[in-house]
């Protein structure tokens, strides 16, 4: 059981560039969600998806676009890269986003991101 | 829907118990309280959760106060490998995490 995948690990951009995260949730998860975590700081929601064709905003979602074709997959792209986009990204699912019993979200490894 | 707030950081220790807070006092009547740890920029990995009840897992025992406005995660014995952010949020909050407690078990 694989549960929640994402690639790249590591990734150097060059300011302007783009570039997809992947994430992929064997689980069967309804819902998903990016992360990013800067030095010493805590994780903060860049964007959600409660299931397939559904997305919605989290509380940093300027410079990044989402979309969700499937149950198990949640790319997360980058449009134009910027410094401030240096940071550390996970990738998280769970069954429910919401007043469940058993609702654990699951966290990816993280990606390593830095935009020079 | 529960906004945690929990203290920036603590020490603890080793070998003695570790007790986290965390107040949550908008939390709603069918709202469950979740804690996770993050070991040194590792992804998060759940530890424990609850209603009502007290209680415990092989990692940490959860003390939720009986208005549920407030609950303590407890690490009975810490050990040095519980250096970690712990985060404690509702789960009606949209899997929103705050900054965490910080906890330092020393030698």
């Known amino acids: 059981n694989a549960g929640v995948t994402q690639t790249p690990k590591f990734q150097v951009l060059k300011t302007g560039q783009s570039m997809t995260l992947q994430c992929a949730q064997d689980?069967?998860?309804?819902?998903m969600s990016w992360y990013r975590q800067d030095p010493g700081m805590g994780l903060r929601l860049i964007h959600y998806?409660?299931?397939?064709?559904?997305?919605d905003q989290g509380e940093v979602p300027n410079g990044y676009n989402v979309s969700r074709s499937t149950t198990e997959d949640f790319p997360l792209r980058l449009l134009s890269a910027a410094p401030s986009q240096t940071s550390v990204y996970f990738c998280?699912?769970?069954?429910?986003?919401?007043?469940?019993?058993?609702?654990?979200?699951?966290f990816g490894e993280g990606s390593w991101l830095t935009v020079v | 829907d529960a906004k945690t707030t929990q203290p920036t950081s603590m020490d603890c220790a080793e070998g003695r118990a570790a007790n986290l807070p965390c107040n949550h006092s908008t939390i709603s009547g069918n709202e469950y309280v979740y804690w996770y740890r993050q070991i040194h920029s590792q992804g998060p990995q759940y530890i424990i959760h609850?209603?009502?009840n007290n209680e415990t897992n092989e990692m940490a025992s959860l003390i939720i106060t009986e208005d549920r406005k407030s609950s303590t995660l407890i690490l009975p014995h810490a050990t040095l490998r519980d250096t970690a952010v712990y985060y404690c949020i509702g789960d009606n909050n949209d899997m929103r995490f705050g900054a965490g407690t910080r906890l330092t078990v020393k030698p």
């Open positions: 998280a699912s769970s069954y429910s986003n919401r007043g469940r019993a058993g609702n654990t979200i699951y």
């Open positions: 689980m069967n998860h309804e819902y």
């Open positions: 998806s409660v299931g397939a064709g559904i997305t």
């Open positions: 609850g209603l009502k």
